[in-house]
């Protein structure tokens, strides 16, 4: 997965997802479903994209008891997915009993999904964190804290803003993955997003992926737009 860029698949039904992909044809993307479309179409949504040959990345933030954690990604690796998500601040042994969760799901002689941590969320600022969370610390430092939390417990990398991965991968490993949202072109709007970057500066950090949802699927030309963005990113196909 390195280098890949995956679509956010922000849509409320299979078949605007349909109308999404019908101009990609037979292409073979990375997409991301989130709970947006999950909690809508379950996991028929997960086969009707596996079974057309894309990579998927379910976000579904998982954020628990270990336990429920647990449980719960054991049943998510029965679908197959490439990667998979929960929160860091659900803390260390959560984080640990979601890959328990992962390997117990795993058919014999598969591969488990990939878990990664959200850190603390591209939408959050400093001044959020500090007053909201009550973190009094920067919030880079938070971010970093998590990053080593998550590898601590074996997991396969974070969420996190570009302008984090660097440090992150100095301080816990290169293989470490670092998967970056809140990307947008200069002339984007930035929306609820916080923590921007573009994706030249995205791929100079040398993030493991990039995640780009409005500015494509909202696009009046989805196609186009993801050439114009695997451009900038030169990302592999
Ligand atoms: O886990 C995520 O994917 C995620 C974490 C995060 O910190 N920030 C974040 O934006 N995301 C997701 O990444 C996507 C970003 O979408 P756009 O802002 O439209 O590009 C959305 O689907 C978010 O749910």
Known sequence: MNHSLIIAL?????SEVGRFLTPFEDRQLFLKVGMELFYQEGPAIVDYLKVRGHQLF????????????????????????????VHAAGGKEMMREALEGLEAGTAAGRKRPRCIAVTQLTSTSQEQMNKEQL???????SVLHYASLAKDAGLDGVVCSAWESDAIRKKVGQSFLTVCPGIRMKSDQI????RVTTPD????????AIVVGRSITRSADPVESYEKWMNAWKGDY
């Open 191 to 194: 929306d609820d997003q916080k």
């Open 58 to 85: 379910l976000d579904l933030k998982l954020h628990d008891i270990p336990n429920t954690v647990k449980s719960a990604m054991k049943g998510l690796a029965r679908l197959e997915c490439d990667l998979v998500n």
């Open 135 to 141: 973190i009094p610390v920067a919030l880079d430092e």
């Open 201 to 208: 500066y995205a791929r100079d950090a040398g993030v493991s």
């Open 10 to 14: 922000d849509f409320a039904d299979i």
